[in-house]
């Protein structure tokens, strides 16, 4: 069981790919993920099964939940809960963020 990740690695498969997030942790009970958002870049994410939690590894923009936008930057933590819609939008600068489910990433 692999207990140790390099966000460097995950982060390259992201820039090497079509995909803005890379999922690197998929258990039953907890899935983990990073997500890359260029300015102007389209967040397309639906609701989820599980709640979730995001933590801005660095960036600007803004995270809707619901109807409200919440301003994103560095060291922020957000928590969505499921089948709640989301997304993040807004951002000029380069977005990283983690994502953790308290479930699986279907």
Same mark, same amino acid.
């Given at each position: 069981?692999?207990?140790?990740?390099?966000?460097?690695?995950?982060?390259?498969?992201?820039?090497?790919?079509?995909?803005?997030?890379?999922?690197?942790? #998929?258990?039953?009970?907890?899935?983990? *993920?990073?997500?890359?958002?260029?300015? *102007?870049?389209?967040?397309?994410?639906?609701?989820?099964?599980?709640?979730?939690?995001?933590?801005?590894?660095? *960036?600007?923009?803004?995270?809707?939940?619901?109807?409200?936008?919440?301003?994103?930057?560095?060291?922020?933590?957000?928590?969505?809960?499921?089948?709640?819609?989301?997304?993040?939008?807004? #951002?000029?600068?380069?977005?990283?963020?983690?994502?953790?489910?308290?479930?699986?990433? #279907?």
């Amino acid at each position: 069981m692999k207990l140790e990740y390099d966000l460097a690695i995950y982060l390259k498969k992201i820039k090497n790919s079509n995909s803005y997030f890379q999922t690197f942790i #998929n258990k039953p009970s907890l899935a983990t *993920g990073v997500l890359v958002l260029q300015p *102007g870049e389209e967040d397309t994410q639906e609701p989820h099964e599980s709640d979730e939690v995001y933590y801005v590894i660095s *960036g600007d923009g803004f995270l809707k939940i619901k109807d409200k936008d919440y301003k994103v930057s560095k060291d922020k933590l957000f928590f969505v809960a499921k089948n709640v819609t989301h997304y993040f939008h807004g #951002n000029k600068k380069e977005l990283k963020v983690l994502y953790f489910f308290g479930g699986p990433d #279907n």
